[in-house]
């Protein structure tokens, strides 16, 4: 068998075997085929497609590139071990809420994250800007660590999916991360190599998402419940909005720090404009989760009960655990608001230059194109252009206003941070094309700023 026919073949459209997807797989993971022959069958594939059985087939060959994760120490009776997985989008920190959240709530997760793909952000990065946290202990101490504090928040390694990791990586530079098959056989071959017992996830849509529109999405949703079942785990999806960068931030330790905000939030600001967005889709998220894991099945209590852990200070406290817990750097700061010391993440967070962004013109923002303010970050050196590239962990984008917001011209909208000006020069062309103001009326405005960000949640049921 050659990869030269198998790339042929595809090239033509036709099905490949599991023989010749297996060949493949086995071979790529190996260091046996190079990037430039894997390369072109993901592009044939990009442009050609997969049938079902070839979907099934690449998704299982990459989940048993490498060994499976045994989770039979964290079982415990009457409770199922959940995983969560979003399909990415910018400014999606839902991950480090959602986590410390339902592990407060006595929902254990031993969660494995990916570092940014093309103009989306990834929780793994946001975790590298926290000083000293580190994302790569092995598995065996990961687990011992959900069995101490209820979660860990760990990156792939070559201990499972190995063939993910680097199609995962090779996809970022050669302008195929949107295949809808390549995203699905991504997620789910290493959800289903971590062991869980069901999978929960968060399919985003629009311009800062991977899938454009709602029926795509709920393509894709539904794609991956499919290799879910076929693969004997439970798997739902939820749909939420990336139509605009999602909370008040974007950039590594920049979000870090809205993490922070919302764990610490009292119910005032928990409930205001500013943590809409956000607030609506962690809230459905977490509550999912709870219920999928047999803890509670009742999402509306649910989501009391995520209210209570955040004020009570219980989730906050997790998520301190879970940073001291593989080694990130704390400090004890007093927080004039809390009228208390508290622990506070260290974060790769100094930047050289700040330069306001004003409203051009009088009006209500429209809308901001997340794949903008996404291509934007990569300028500032906060995403990669190229494989294993180093980024900049403190540049980013404090959002003042969003979608729906009253502006008066010379109001400012968003400030950059950034260490480099000329790579500002070029992530402003990014910036400016990205938020659009019209003069229209407030009831307009007012359905903009309220438009939900939950769009539907799918299960076995909706295949």
């Not at 031993?110 to 975790?127: E, P, Q, V, Y």
């Not at 956000?278 to 999402?299: K, P």
């Not at 306001?356 to 300028?379: F, R, T, W």
């Amino acid at each position: 068998m050659r990869m030269y026919d198998i790339i042929e073949k595809k090239r033509d459209g036709k099905e490949l075997t599991k023989s010749e997807i297996d060949y493949f797989i086995t071979g790529y993971s190996n260091d046996k085929i190079p990037d430039y022959q894997a390369s072109a069958l993901l592009m044939a594939i990009y442009f050609n497609g997969l049938s079902k059985l070839e979907l099934l087939n690449l998704t299982f060959a990459m989940r048993d590139s490498s060994k499976k994760i045994d989770l039979s120490a964290l079982k415990v009776p009457g409770k199922y071990i959940v995983d969560k997985h979003s399909t990415g989008g910018v400014g999606d920190k839902v991950t480090l809420i959602v986590l410390p959240i339902v592990a407060a709530l006595g929902v254990g997760v031993c969660k494995m994250s990916g570092k940014g793909l093309g103009f989306t952000g990834g929780t793994a990065d946001k975790l590298e800007s926290i000083e000293g946290y580190d994302i790569n202990i092995p598995i065996r101490l990961a687990l011992k660590q959900v069995q101490d504090i209820g979660l860990c928040l760990i990156s792939q390694s070559s201990e499972i999916a190995i063939a993910d990791k680097k199609l995962y990586a090779l996809r970022d530079t050669t302008a195929t991360v949107e295949s809808m098959e390549l995203i699905a056989s991504s997620i789910m071959s290493k959800k289903l190599a971590s062991g869980v017992d069901k999978i929960l996830l968060d399919v985003t849509v629009g311009s800062g998402a991977f899938m454009k529109d709602l029926d795509s999405a709920k393509e894709l949703a539904k794609t991956m419940i499919e290799i879910g079942r076929d693969a004997g785990v439970e798997t739902k999806a939820v749909i939420t909005s990336m139509s605009e960068p999602l909370g008040r931030n974007v950039g590594n330790a920049l979000e870090i720090k809205e993490v922070i905000s919302f764990l610490l939030a009292d119910e005032n600001s928990l409930m205001s404009d500013e943590f809409r967005d956000l607030r609506e889709v962690v809230f459905e998220i977490a509550a999912q989760m709870i219920s999928m894991s047999g803890v509670c099945t009742d999402i509306e209590k649910n989501k009391k009960d995520i209210v209570r852990v955040i004020l009570s200070g219980e989730a906050y406290n997790k998520f301190i655990e879970l940073i001291k817990a593989q080694n990130g750097k704390v400090e004890r700061v007093y927080m004039d608001w809390l009228g208390k010391d508290l622990d506070l993440p260290v974060t790769h967070d100094k930047v050289t230059f700040l330069k306001e962004i004003h409203a051009q013109s009088s009006g209500y923002i429209v809308s901001i194109d997340s794949k903008q303010i996404g291509e934007a970050l990569v300028c500032l050196g906060g995403g990669r252009r190229k494989k294993d590239e180093e980024i900049d962990y403190s540049v980013g984008f404090e959002f003042s206003k969003k979608v729906g917001d009253k502006v008066e011209e010379g109001d400012v909208i968003l400030t950059v941070l950034y260490n480099d000006k000329q790579n500002f020069e070029e992530a402003f062309s990014y910036i400016e094309n990205a938020i659009y103001i019209d003069d229209i009326d407030e009831k307009l405005g007012n359905a903009l700023r309220l438009k939900p960000h939950v769009l539907d949640i799918l299960g076995e049921d909706d295949i």
